[in-house]
């Protein structure tokens, strides 16, 4: 509590004569929203959002969180993507024929929405492995190793927890040929994805009881 309050996520707090604090219902109810946002929100935002609140700055703050939801309807439609593209079972003929074609960091970049440095990124932490062409020595991607950066790519924006990384881990390990393997890890994440969101309206319930407390909405 004293960290939030020297961050500056709680308004001030006043002391007794011996020096205790003296913690209001407002305290109470910045605190417990701080603790109930957090989990959904990441912890950046939600100090953004605690000191607009301060500020009574309140469509700032709902569009902040408005924007974090929004990230996360596309991060869920991102992962039926990949689990529709998963969806027709092991690879075939077809597929190793798709892994002979080759694809440029740049044209990935622009196939994922994703900057080109994030993606060498994650090969230097040894989240994906690329190819290299054997004349220039440029980073060339077949449709296996892309599957793993689309996987990878859902969870980017999300907010870190235990399970996060677990499900990135398990992306690393994956067998880039094992098109089932990336089917689970891809359902998976729909169902990380589908806990945010029941996370996030927990969150988003203090925040609007916080806002009635501090008179920012009617009862």
């Not at 961050?7 to 007794?16: I, T």
């Not at 969806?87 to 694809?103: H, L, R, S, T, V």
């Not at 740049?106 to 196939?111: L, T």
Request: charged residues 25%; aromatic residues 8%.
């Amino acid at each position: 509590m004293r960290n939030y309050e020297a961050h500056g996520l709680v308004p001030p707090v006043e002391r007794s004569a011996s020096g205790y604090r003296k913690y209001t219902e407002e305290h109470v109810a910045y605190f417990t929203c701080i603790q109930a946002m957090s989990p959904g929100f990441g912890m950046d935002v939600t100090a953004q959002v605690m000191r607009l609140i301060q500020d009574r700055q309140l469509q700032a703050a709902l569009w902040l969180v408005n924007e974090v939801q929004a990230n996360l309807q596309r991060d869920k439609q991102l992962a039926e993507r990949n689990v529709a593209m998963l969806e027709d079972g092991p690879a075939g003929k077809g597929e190793e024929a798709e892994n002979n074609e080759w694809m440029t960091i740049g044209e990935v970049a622009a196939m994922t929405s994703l900057p080109s440095s994030t993606i060498r990124h994650w090969e230097k932490v040894g989240l994906i492995t690329t190819s290299r062409d054997e004349k220039n020595g440029y980073r060339l991607f077949n449709r296996s190793q892309i599957r793993k950066i689309m996987l990878l790519r859902t969870l980017r924006p999300a907010v870190y927890s235990l399970s996060v990384v677990e499900l990135k881990e398990a992306i690393a390990n994956m067998n880039e040929e094992d098109v089932k393997e990336a089917r689970n890890i891809a359902l998976e994440t729909l169902r990380y994805l589908d806990q945010m969101n029941l996370v996030q309206m927990r969150g988003v319930f203090y925040f609007y009881q916080l806002c009635k407390v501090v008179q920012l909405v009617e009862e």
